[in-house]
């Protein structure tokens, strides 16, 4: 079964080395998985660049994964992120995942760089004629919190992939017919390329509700009831964790979906858990 699945995995830049041995410790417990890439976040206005750059460099030069930077449009002229992405090509980092980022700290609608470029497809037009990246962007199963409608969104995602993007990883979701909707809606406008639905494992259930409302991500009812009156159990929580992702995704893949990539938020226990549920397991 593991022969049929694959799994990527997204990681942040950690701020300090305490955090940044847990990153570590993450990614060798889930190295034996073997996954597509992995992926290392950007913050909003380019803050953690360099941060980003480091780690990328030593899950290139230190481990068996692929290393994917996000890179997005926020903060920088055109010329810079093109200078930026051909050092990566230059150190063998062959996929990016392109997004047009979110508005930096203290401005509330996004605004494009001046003589930077304006949108993701835009910036994945701008890479692949750097060279033949392998280019991952970002698809909203219930909307783009800025966007005026679902069909302007799945616009703006044929417009990502005709550039030349070569897959879309989704917000994360919890209801599992929010994502086979919106697999059928762009099946419909002609989108071709994998859609690869995100798993976020739930680790702390207060914070996911205020992230989840910011990301426009619904929370079921049913899941806040599951979560009820554990605040002071984090073992019964992470039990109860464990428990909603790997049946999000066993019911995923019993509607064909067979690539998952995983929001692991620097922890390795859940996301493993779930992929050795589902088949994917050190040889």
């Known amino acids: 079964m593991s022969n049929d699945i694959k799994v990527s995995f997204e990681f942040f830049p950690p ?11 993450a990614i060798k417990r889930l190295e034996p998985l073997k996954p597509s890439f992995v992926s290392v976040t950007y913050g909003a206005d380019g803050s953690t660049r360099d941060r980003t750059h480091r780690i990328v460099q030593r899950i290139q030069n230190e481990t068996s994964l692929t290393g994917a930077p996000h890179l997005t449009c926020v903060g920088s002229t055109k010329e810079e992120v093109l200078e930026i992405a051909q050092g990566y090509w230059d150190e063998g980092v062959r996929n990016i995942v392109a997004l047009r980022g979110d508005p930096p ?9 001046p003589g930077g470029f304006a949108y993701a497809n835009d910036l994945v037009e701008g890479l692949m004629s750097i060279a033949d990246f392998d280019l991952s962007v970002a698809a909203y199963p ?30 994360f979701f919890f209801d599992t017919e929010v994502f086979l909707r919106f697999r059928d809606a762009a099946a419909a406008k002609g989108i071709d390329a994998p859609l690869v639905p995100g798993i976020l494992p739930i680790t702390n259930f207060k914070n996911l509700a205020g992230f989840a409302a910011r990301c426009g991500a619904s929370v079921p009812d049913w899941l806040g009831k599951r979560f009820e009156g554990l605040d002071d159990d984090p073992e019964t929580r992470q039990m109860i964790a464990a428990n909603v992702a790997i049946e999000q995704a066993q019911k995923l893949q019993n509607e064909g979906v067979n690539d998952f990539h995983f929001y692991t938020l620097n922890r390795a226990e859940l996301s493993y858990a779930i992929c050795y549920a589902l088949g994917v397991r050190p040889e």
């Open 105 to 113: 700290q203290g401005q509330d609608v996004y605004q494009p760089h």
């Open 142 to 171: 219930e909307v783009h919190p800025e966007a005026p409608g679902a069909d302007f969104d799945l616009d703006v995602l044929k417009k990502k992939i005709d550039a030349g993007a070569k897959r879309s990883i989704t917000q």
């Open 15 to 25: 701020k300090n080395e305490a955090a940044e041995a847990k990153l570590w410790d």
